[in-house]
T-cell receptor, first 115, second 114 residues
């Protein structure tokens, strides 16, 4: 089974600062990779995904992530944090092929943005 | 495209009672997934359907949990004889198989068992 590790359950940045949220996965075969955002008492909203092709993917709200096979990582970044980015972020992976059914999620990183 | 909807959004029940949650997927999405999310954790996969067929249910937490999707549209998740440990957010997601990899999530049903 896949496992997903998100380093840092809480990250705090100042408004306008760089956001870096880390995600590593365990798989010998590169999976599909996703980042979701969750606001309090709401469901998950897709930020971006990597399936194939260019390893740097851009998502909504100015976020982007880079798939690095050698590091089994898919870190999420945003050049300049905004107050509205405060939320919880989840990295998820899914196996390719016929097992592509269920997502494995990390435990999440809560992003706090200070004025 | 009205998105995935779930009902109710909140449920408070007493230990030992049965509860049922409903999920309406995005129209024409043939795959439907259930997840459980406990406080401070990411969602945990429970089961999924392709149309009306339940293709995997091994991750359902116990035999007190069951799910159905009788007509291949909406789905229900039932928990019998609820326990305090069942308190969690129950999330539903849907996907159009073969076209896109993304699962689209509903707002969830938050269950509190007293």
């Amino acid at each position: 089974a896949q496992s997903v590790t998100q380093l840092g359950s809480h990250v705090s940045v100042s408004e306008g600062a760089l956001v870096l949220l880390r995600c590593n996965y365990s798989s010998s075969v590169p999976p599909y990779l996703f980042w979701y955002v969750q606001y309090p008492n709401q469901g998950l909203q897709l930020l971006l995904k990597y399936t194939t092709g260019a390893t740097l993917v851009k998502g909504i709200n100015g976020f982007e992530a880079e798939f690095k096979k050698s590091e089994t990582s898919f870190h999420l970044t945003k050049p300049s944090a905004h107050m509205s980015d405060a939320a919880e972020y989840f990295c998820a992976v899914s196996e390719r092929g016929r097992n592509f059914n269920k997502f494995y999620f990390g435990s999440g990183t809560k992003l706090n943005v200070k004025p | 495209d009205t998105g995935v909807s779930q009902d109710p959004r909140h449920k408070i029940t007493k230990r030992g009672q049965n509860v049922t949650f409903r999920c309406d997927p995005i129209s024409e999405h043939n795959r439907l997934y259930w997840y459980r999310q406990t406080l401070g954790q990411g969602p945990e996969f429970l089961t999924y359907f392709q149309n009306e067929a339940q293709l995997e249910k091994s991750r359902l937490l116990s035999d007190r949990f069951s799910a159905e999707r009788p007509k291949g549209s909406f789905s229900t998740l039932e928990i019998q004889r609820t326990e305090q440990g069942d308190s969690a957010m129950y999330l539903c997601a849907s996907r159009l198989q073969g076209i896109q990899e993304t699962q689209y999530f509903g707002p969830g049903t938050r269950l509190l068992v007293l």
